[in-house]
């Protein structure tokens, strides 16, 4: 190479070291045991300036391994903006070493090998038939998430790189292809991705996708909503300007539309309920309630429903989205899109990938409303007051019947009538909820355990 880089053990030294100050890193509590570098394809090689995309391998003194793709800049010289972003400080005679997703050149780099649907050695870029990119396109890296790296092309292209690797297919392509294919109206249409071979089995390294301008996230607009509940103590919610009801009942119709389109695709099976996950469901409370005492004075209660809902008969099942909640819905000005179908993190890419039945996204939106309405009131906070309690509890339920019935509307059947199903499915979520926030944010625990102990007495 023209310019002088560090060798795969040096390499491998300054990862570890850097990988976990970096927010999409997922191991931050655990121990790096051992770096490894098992593939360097070369982007680019001028004078001064290289850029290679990484794969390695990260070993922990517990627990299992974990891969990541990083691409990475080398320059003799860098800027200030690139400073922010490089690796530590290396031997006088090589290169120094950054993360290229916040290079302007490398960004180019991957687009031009986007548009000509390049295999870079083992890296095999892909478009779908009759995309066109635009090479004029200057990328930016938005630098907003917790676990990908999204990079914005002009106003048109979005790309999304996956951190971790996970060897498979990502859903996020797969059902983002399904539903573009059949012109769902609900989803940003996909362009194109990137994939390998990892233990030969064809594995998503990233995506790219329409981009979508002047959109609010629902997460946002909800807290607005809420917020502005609170300030106007004399008026209903329907009162207000920022009433979220009107725009959760058109998200409950649009979630429906993406189900129709996923079966539509991909194709439905019956299955009896006590078929469905609610043996794993078991298995996570039983996990939960070791952990957390709280949940153990629940859990018989929990079991109970779970066990009405093993008796709900034969459902229907099929691709779903996996991590629905108000966070991973836009709204632009003209209807409400669906993102980010990768399913829950805690899972395995074969285990996001396996049908399931349309109301663990219901239930999804159901708890994400409750967080919403709830979210401002915190245990300890002098916001928290009775009339305040009340009235979140009164946004709640108004969006979550407008969602529900928005969703009915379109599917026919009212989601709340498999109301052990769907609460089943609630109190899994809520379950999950509780084991993240003892664990990441304490102060927290009382709204999944309130949840809890509602589903459970209703």
Not at 192 to 207: A, H, P, Q, R, S
Not at 269 to 279: G, K, N, T, V
Request: glycine letters at 6%; proline letters at 5%.
């Amino acid at each position: 190479m023209t310019t002088p880089v560090p060798s795969d053990e040096q390499l491998a030294v300054d990862l570890r070291s850097w990988l976990p100050s970096q927010r999409w890193f997922s191991g931050k509590d655990r121990t790096i045991a051992q770096v490894r570098v098992v593939l360097r394809v070369p982007l680019l090689d001028e004078e001064g300036f290289a850029a290679e995309h990484v794969l390695v391998e990260v070993d922990f003194d517990a627990g299992p391994q974990q891969r990541y793709q990083i691409p990475l800049g080398f320059r003799t010289h860098l800027s200030d903006p690139l400073l922010t972003w490089s690796l530590p400080e290396p031997p006088s005679d090589v290169a120094a070493g950054y993360d290229g997703l916040h290079d302007p050149e490398i960004l180019a780099r991957y687009l031009t090998a986007l548009a000509g649907q390049e295999d870079l050695g083992p890296l095999a870029f892909r478009t779908l038939p009759d995309v066109t990119i635009d090479l004029a396109d200057t990328g930016r890296s938005l630098g907003v998430e917790q676990s990908n790296t999204s990079v914005v092309y002009g106003e048109s292209l979005l790309f999304k790189a996956f951190r971790q690797v996970e060897v498979g297919i990502n859903p996020d392509v797969e059902l983002h292809r399904a539903l573009s294919e059949v012109g769902c109206e609900h989803v940003a249409a996909l362009r194109g991705w990137v994939e390998t071979k990892i233990d030969g089995e064809t594995t998503t390294l990233g995506m790219a996708q329409e981009f979508v301008e002047n959109a609010a996230d629902g997460w946002s607009m909800a807290l607005v909503s809420v917020r502005d509940l609170f300030a106007e103590a004399d008026l209903h919610a329907a009162e207000l300007g920022s009433d979220f009801a009107g725009d959760a009942e058109r998200l409950g119709a649009a979630v429906a539309h993406v189900h129709a389109d996923l079966a539509a695709s991909l194709g439905t099976e019956e299955r009896q309920a006590s078929d469905l996950a609610i043996d794993e469901m078991r298995a996570r409370l039983d996990a939960a309630a070791e952990a957390i005492p709280d949940i153990a004075e629940y859990r018989d209660g929990v079991l109970r429903v779970y066990d009405e809902a093993a008796q709900a008969g034969p459902t229907t099942i099929q691709r779903v989205h996996g991590d629905l909640h108000l966070g991973q819905v836009l709204r632009t000005p003209w209807k409400w899109l669906l993102i980010d179908f990768e399913g829950e993190p805690v899972k395995s890419v074969a285990d996001r990938r396996k049908p399931d039945s349309p109301l663990r996204d219901v239930a999804g939106m159901l708890r994400s409303f409750d967080y919403a309405g709830h979210h401002l009131l915190g245990e300890k906070s002098p916001n928290r007051t009775h009339q305040r309690e009340f009235r979140a509890s009164e946004w709640v339920e108004r969006n979550s019947s407008a969602f529900c019935d928005g969703y009915a509307a379109v599917t026919g059947t009212d989601p709340r009538a498999s109301s052990a199903l769907l609460r089943a499915y609630e109190l899994d979520k809520a379950v999950y909820e509780a084991v993240y926030e003892a664990r990441h944010r304490p102060s927290w625990l009382p709204l999944p355990l309130s949840a809890i102990a509602r589903l459970v007495a209703h």
